[in-house]
């Protein structure tokens, strides 16, 4: 009798024990978050925690974190939306979006967050690792590849380095109190170590892959009179062929230039004017 007495005891010990989480400040995110990685708590186990001290606590209501963590492990979207109407503009809420778009949609969603909180980095973390493989395209590529935008991708690198650009100045540069409720100052707010890692390793890949394009560009400028050189060359090779005008050579960008030829074809004596793109691999590539 004295030995079911001590079970059921300990029994109602254990049923009466709280989950460790309702000890972490619910602002602080980066806690909560560790504690939820490191602990095998199921979402469904999670969600019941939240939702008992969302019930139990009116203050709670007045402030987005709660919000945030319902919204991460609820089946559906109530708490989402009731969070979102109070807190609009709230960068954890709105990242909880992402549990309810394709791909695509959920990239817009990180930079419609960053355009607002520029130093989120969950936002920019999920970002960049939503373009991770771009990122290896680009570094296994050639710059003419690049530049030519022949890489297999169907995203050209001027238009990930111009959306890069202002991503980085802002993470790096912006106000990093852009909430009321969160401080953006600390680059591990909410983040892993090896999510902050990749983060500064995708900034080193792409900054590198930046300035190799750079170089090329700045070498592949002013070579308009080699350019012309080489049509005049070439084209005096063919004994048939013969200029009305010498070539004309304008630099259109990303070492790509337009050639006009005015020439007199004397095998079918017509007077022909061609235009041409030429990529101008010039010192950097060599000839191509």
């Known amino acids: 009798m004295k030995y079911l007495f001590k079970i059921l005891s300990v029994v109602i010990i254990l049923s009466s024990c709280t989950n460790p989480i309702v000890e972490i400040p619910i602002e602080d995110i980066h806690a ?25 606590n009116e203050n709670l ?8 963590f319902l919204s991460r492990f609820e089946s559906k979207r109530a708490y989402l939306d009731e969070g979102l109407n109070k807190f609009p503009d709230d960068p954890f809420i709105n990242f909880n979006r992402n549990r309810y778009l394709n791909e695509n949609d959920e990239a817009r969603l ?22 991770k493989d771009l990122i290896e395209i680009f570094l296994g590529s050639s710059t ?10 169907n995203t050209s690198f001027n238009e990930f380095e111009e959306n890069f650009a202002e991503l ?3 993470y790096k540069n912006g106000d990093p109190v852009s909430s009321e409720f969160h401080n953006f100052k600390d680059s ?17 890949n792409i900054i590198s892959i930046v300035k190799s394009v750079n170089v090329a560009l700045e070498s592949c400028s002013d070579k308009e009179a080699s350019l012309r050189s080489f049509e005049r060359n070439r084209i005096g090779k063919m004994s048939y062929m ?17 050639v006009v030829n005015n020439v007199l074809d004397e095998m079918y004596y017509s007077h022909s ?5 030429i990529s101008y691999c010039c010192d950097a590539w060599k000839r191509c």
């Open 61 to 68: 209501k007045n402030e987005p974190y709660i919000y945030y």
């Open 32 to 56: 909560h978050r560790l504690f939820i990685n490191s602990n095998e708590y199921s979402d469904d186990e999670l969600f019941s925690v939240y939702e008992e001290l969302y019930s139990n």
């Open 144 to 153: 003419k590849e690049i530049l030519e935008n022949d890489t297999g991708s």
């Open 110 to 131: 990180y930079l419609e967050i960053l355009e607002n909180h520029p130093r989120f980095n969950m936002a920019m973390h999920n970002y960049l690792n939503l373009n």
């Open 242 to 258: 013969s200029f009305i005008d010498q070539p004309d050579v304008v630099y259109i960008g990303n070492c790509r230039y337009k």
């Open 188 to 204: 591990n707010y909410g983040l892993e170590d090896n999510q902050v890692e990749l983060i500064e390793k995708s900034f080193q």
């Open 168 to 170: 980085e100045y802002g």
């Open 273 to 277: 004017s061609s235009t041409s793109f």
